[in-house]
């Protein structure tokens, strides 16, 4: 099968998980990705999220489709060998502070002298340069200082963060974007390589939207307004008689106006203030309580199943076993089970998107920390003597 990122090499000097989403990315779609971890710490990713029989779950999926490699780029042999390895690569990322690879010796600069075509990829928190630069940049941070957390949750409590990396993931998805766009333009262009500066501040302030626009134009701070919208009503979650949630949105002026008239109250939509969202919004307390009430008298299945021929806009609010079960998203390949040596059948989430010509496609599952440091030296031209040699020093695993 042919997949479209096949002949590219990609080394991942990533930690935690922007970085290694990125990879996971590109991966997914046949990137060679070479995952390079210190060799007695790892990636401290192998110790996030739940564990069966002391096997990280979630690295099985983060670190899927990546040959691993145990090497200690802090030590000189450890960045001889680096050095060696980018030279046969299209792609770095890294995620280390500014000034880190360069004290080592094995900066962008010194990268590119081999491999003029290299793409490096730099994720900090708040980028290479700037006040912030040399702050410890973790998606928490982000999730703080996009706006993010200033607009989410009810009006009369805290700032919420997520329960999940959002930052994180939504910087990793841009990164591989713009890995990317760099190898297009080293194909077409012929410009060579590049170094690409990625924060993980600026993917989920684009996400939150055009806060600082409306605030230079008209001086105006959003404000936090629980599960609601200042640009549609009613816009909410709403517990159902059996004890479930569904969440109903009403962007549309057409899907407004069928909610009034599947819950029995066409009037409401004949009131002048219903002929917008902004000023439905104005008006949520009085339409959630009408919507609300429906709702509440009525099981989940029975609201969905109403809403659905009433062509109205509904969903539930899953928890991971409604994931698990949801027909459609089993139908539609969303989850998919992949054979692991240590777990057997591993349900994880497929490739994120698919293409009709060129598929991506989980080969793998995550790997022991070192498990391919032999193959892979030995490709870029070290003996296995010499791996040997470096093993026993400690620079490799």
Not at 119 to 147: C, I, K, N, W
Not at 237 to 244: E, I, L, N, V
Not at 292 to 313: I, M, N, Q
Not at 389 to 396: K, S
């Amino acid at each position: 099968m042919v997949m479209p990122l096949q002949s590219i090499r990609v080394i991942d000097a990533s930690t935690i998980l922007a970085g290694p989403l990125c990879c996971q990315i590109l991966g997914d779609f046949g990137a060679d990705v070479i995952k390079v971890e210190h060799p007695t710490r790892g990636d401290a990713m192998r110790g996030h999220g739940p564990q069966k029989d002391g096997v990280p779950l979630w690295w099985k999926e983060i670190s899927r489709n990546k040959r691993t490699v145990g090497l200690n780029l802090g030590d000189s042999q450890g960045a001889e060998v680096f050095k060696r390895l980018a030279a046969t690569a299209d792609v770095v990322v890294e995620n280390f502070r500014p000034g880190t690879l360069e004290r080592w010796g094995i900066g962008p600069e010194t990268l590119m002298e081999s491999n003029p075509g290299l793409v490096v990829v730099r994720l900090t928190g708040f980028g290479q340069t700037g006040p912030y630069a040399h702050r410890p940049g973790f998606g928490t941070l982000a999730e703080a200082m996009s706006g993010f957390a200033y607009l989410t949750g009810p009006a009369d409590a805290p700032p919420t963060l997520p329960a999940f990396g959002l930052a994180d993931s939504l910087c990793g998805i841009a990164a591989a974007n713009a890995a990317l766009m760099a190898l297009r333009a080293r194909e077409v262009l012929g410009q060579g390589g590049q170094v690409i500066d990625m924060s993980i501040l600026e993917p989920i302030m684009t996400a939150v939207g055009p806060s600082p626009t409306a605030y230079q134009q008209l001086g105006v701070v959003g404000t936090r307004h629980g599960n609601r919208s200042e640009n549609n009503a009613p816009r909410n979650t709403y517990r159902t008689a059996d004890g479930h949630w569904v969440a109903v949105s009403t962007s549309a002026q057409q899907i407004a106006e069928r909610v009034m008239a599947l819950i029995g109250h066409e009037e409401v939509a004949r009131e002048p203030w219903f002929a917008s969202g902004r000023s439905r919004a104005r008006h949520a307390d009085y339409l959630d309580q009408l919507l609300g009430d429906w709702v509440a008298e009525r099981d989940r299945a029975t609201v969905l199943a109403e809403f659905e021929k009433a062509g109205a806009a509904v969903a539930p609010v899953y928890s991971a076993k409604d994931i698990v079960e949801d027909p459609h998203i089993r139908q539609t390949g969303m989850l998919v089970e992949v054979d692991d040596d240590d777990l057997g059948p591993l349900l994880m989430h497929n490739v994120m998107w698919r293409m009709s010509g060129t598929p991506g496609k989980i080969r793998f599952t995550g790997r022991d920390l070192g498990a391919d440091t032999s193959e892979v030296l030995e490709e870029i031209g070290y003996s296995s003597a010499q791996v040997d040699a470096l093993r026993n020093h400690g620079v490799v695993r």
